[in-house]
Nanobody, 115 residues
Framework: QVQLVESGGGLVQPGGSLRLSCAAS????????MGWYRQAPGKQRELVAA???????DYVDSVKGRFTISRDNIKNTVYLQMGSLKPEDTAVYYC?????????WGQGTQVTVSS
């Protein structure tokens, strides 16, 4: 069983930065994809960014050039560095890990971008 624990959310002004972290523990396969999703009120959950254990990354168009996903395979932690934040980035951000038939989620962390 995989446990994912996010941290780093909070309130930030437009144009500001935040870094989210997600630590994985438990039993999981080293070959996996970790990602960050977000869900704003009244909207569907969407993929923000993903990274393979080999370092290949993918981003939703709306965050390209502003967000950077990275991971530390020794610490089993994935990060999301968010910059130039906009009010439309406000959402609950969820960490995700996928491998084989496993699709694990964290509890979510709130990010609010507001002046």
């Amino acid at each position: 069983q995989v446990q994912l624990v996010e941290s780093g959310g909070g309130l930030v002004q437009p144009g500001g930065s935040l870094r989210l972290s997600c630590a994985a523990s438990g039993s999981f396969f080293r070959v996996n994809v970790m990602g960050w999703y977000r869900q704003a009120p009244g909207k569907q959950r969407e993929l923000v960014a993903a990274i393979t254990n080999g370092g290949d990354t993918d981003y939703v168009d709306s965050v390209k050039g502003r967000f950077t996903i990275s991971r530390d395979n020794i610490k089993n932690t994935v990060y999301l560095q968010m910059g130039s934040l906009k009010p439309e980035d406000t959402a609950v951000y969820y960490c995700n890990m996928k491998f084989l038939r496993v699709d694990a989620w964290g509890q979510g962390t709130q990010v609010t971008v507001s002046s």
